[in-house]
């Protein structure tokens, strides 16, 4: 895929100084382009990097006044710095040619439903009375069981896994071996000291514009539904256990634990590796610094660190003292062997 | 699937007050009971719900005494909350159908053999002198390797991977994508700073009744066998790692990681995001919190907690003066001017 | 797969005493010797175990003085410990068939270049303009986007997941459902707190003989390469994001986390379930205790534990304190008391 400078100009109403039909092919940083690239200079401590570049173009600000003489074509903007997610977008929507129509290699049951200018890739797997909406990209090798639910413009990376009844909402993204609906981890502990599976018999639902990681799991809810609200974003090889319902608009960093039947609210964000236990409520807008075990219910707007989490100032604060503990000790023990010689002295 | 609420009620030997023929489909809690569903009332502070349930039916205990007129069919019983399991099991063996023969999409060699009643689903791949016991449900997109066993009424669910020669037991679940005996982590460095591949030519064994989560992964062993016992429950993204035996009926919930040659005992629980280091030996009936990391051997029924693990009650109280080192250390600062002052003073 | 013990002895340079045509299929532990396998003795505390072995072939020391008659058939060596890595290597090499050819029921584009002696196995799928190396193995299930490229002698075992334009080296191995290349998690907060998809337009490379573990992830960057040093090894259930810069021979233990835009030097090794924050650098030969979690640059030879991080010598002595923190706060309670007592007398 290239694009000239002119079309990128143009995206952005932005002025040409230079060839406008250079061929643009990918972004790169000002300090790595080559030919082929585009780059952009926001920050003017990188400035000496324009005079040497071998971009084929560079955006830079309205604002910008060269020293030198610069080779690559410019492109001027407004705000060079915010031009780029845009940028970005624009590249990779020319990119990714959108698929349409079934491979002869997929399983697709009559009984199920697909809709207009959906893709259904090689090895796919569409069970019973299931339903893909409009425009939705099942990739290779993706799963979809029975009264699967799909919806429009979703997009089912390579190898992606849904169980039987679950439900996924329009414009989801799910990325490759993700496995949605695999049974909660639920089990009635036996006199005899086995333990009996207590049967998972709800689904999980995922409402509009929600995003999940490669080789995360959501797991169903034992009645009822595992949920994840509007637009919630969820990275990598996380675990969202059964019954756990997850507001709109939260972030969940890679490799997070949501242990079973704990309500999170709305606009929170969790950092890597940290976690919950079960049955708890977290409010909205809690942040959740990585590593943290968050092990009771949780008031709005916390700020958290630790196992157990607490403030994440107070967690720092007494962190920094526990490095010094040895020191500490020793000299409460000077202050005791002090006040005992005193003490046999005045006898 | 639907099915009566007198055939519910037949299943519980209980008693029926209102329409017997009403269809069921699902069970709820009863704070959210929609025509269709199945709640039951157990804990009397839900009381107030029955009242205005739109539930098909409700099971309810012999003691409950009405206090008003309700809607939904009543199913009497000895024991509502007991009855829960009980159902749910009802209703997802009526629920699953259970499949059989061989999708003509599935690679089978010729060398392997299928048991009777088995299930062999669509892009899946049986490798050669592989053995699927009967009944097995092995579901699409699943790859069992060369010289596999696997037993009887075994689920592998879409997406498992099973390497050559491992050994999985009769009834036992593997959720979809988890993977059985990939090479463990080992190997040797060199001198010249990088790492040469010690062979990995050991199985995985998988005894009977053993569940294996989402996206879990079990290494093989160097030699010989990682082994997990009999009717030991393991959670979505937990790692075993190569020559690790695990004895039967413990439970690990997601994310756990049990590092190299470690052997744990019997009815173990492990938290979420707990780990242990390897080479160790745990006893039987150890319980380890959430995020906890086992550096040593471990007694049978010891209680753990903390990164390294010391006893949980011991570490929430550390914990709690963890959190007061500020204070403390302002303490000591104070008993020291203190004294200090006072012996210039002396002088 | 049987060999001789002849076939063996040969391979080392050794003698051998007692029957040379007696078959080896495996290796084993010298307590767990069974007809087929081959023992190695190099431990003077397992000695007893020789003389009751029920294994065909053993391996011992030029050293070693049998004080009884020894069934097996012995194989005398310079240094039966060191031998063992390599037997395992013979037995492997002779165990693994290469295949090659190309499953008549894999999908590969007419676009891809296929090396000679390549395999693609059943339900495999290659999109356009991918090119794999001579002799690169591509097990059943394996996913390869477009415009990838796979390096010779490669192995990607079932399920593995590579999106388009990634790149691979040449004697890489990658473990079962890996996922090389998914969306790196990055999202511009709105002023209506939803968040906007970053498009991520950059590829993850892997160099030469790096070896990625069942499960783990490796995310593509936003702009440029995620990207794997040479010879790194990296255990399952691993997440390095987007942007990440890995350099050679270093050791990611399971669980590991990297967070975006982090650089990471040489010769490292991380424990298990450890992590650093973003943006962040590590400089050569750090080695990190499992569940630590760094949060700031790093120095070279640096050993960490805790999180934060600080010198892992540090965190244990201040954890040893902590593990007695409520006995120091009695002991600072009894001084006060003390104090405070003095000073009321001396007034």
Not at 211 to 235: C, L, S
Not at 325 to 343: G, M, R, S, T
Request: hydrophobic content about 35%; proline content about 3%.
């Amino acid at each position: 895929m290239q694009v000239t400078a002119e079309r990128i100009a143009q995206h952005f109403n932005g002025e040409i100084i230079g060839d406008p039909y250079v061929k643009i092919s990918s972004v790169s940083k000002i300090e790595n382009g080559k030919p082929g690239n585009i780059c952009f200079l926001a920050n003017p401590k990188y400035e000496h990097y324009i005079y040497t570049s071998k971009a084929s173009a560079i955006i830079i600000n309205k604002t910008f006044v060269p020293k030198e003489k610069i080779a690559p074509t410019l492109i001027v903007v407004d705000n060079a710095y915010s031009a780029v997610a845009s940028l970005l977008d624009l590249l990779n929507s020319l990119k990714k040619e959108k698929r349409s129509g079934r491979s002869w290699r997929a399983h697709v049951s009559w009984s199920s439903k697909i809709g207009k200018g959906a893709y259904i890739g090689a090895f796919a797997y569409v069970g019973k009375k299931s339903i893909i909406g409009k425009g939705s990209q099942i990739y290779p090798q993706v799963y979809i069981g029975n009264n699967v639910t799909v919806g429009e413009n979703v997009i089912l990376y390579q190898g992606v896994k849904i169980y039987d009844g679950c439900k996924v909402g329009d414009n989801c993204i799910l990325h490759a071996n993700c496995v949605i609906g695999a049974d909660g981890f639920g089990f009635a502990p036996q006199p005899d000291g086995t333990y009996k599976k207590i049967p998972q018999t709800g689904i999980v639902v995922l409402d509009d514009n929600v995003e999940v990681g490669a080789n995360t799991t959501i797991d169903r809810a034992t009645m009822g539904q595992t949920h994840i609200g509007k637009g919630t974003k969820i990275d990598n090889l996380v675990q969202v256990a059964h019954n756990v319902e997850i507001g709109h608009d939260n972030v969940f960093a890679a490799m997070t634990g949501i242990a079973g039947s704990t309500k999170i609210g709305n606009n929170c964000q969790f950092g890597g590796q940290s976690g919950t236990v079960g049955h708890i409520e977290v409010g909205d807008r809690v942040r959740v610094g990585a590593q943290t075990g968050i092990i009771g219910n949780t008031k709005a707007d916390s700020l958290l660190m630790g196992t157990p989490a607490i403030n994440y100032k107070n967690y720092l604060k007494s962190y920094a003292h526990f490095v010094h503990l040895k020191e500490y000790k020793e000299k409460i023990d000077e202050l005791e062997a002090f006040i005992k010689k005193e003490e046999s002295e005045e006898k």
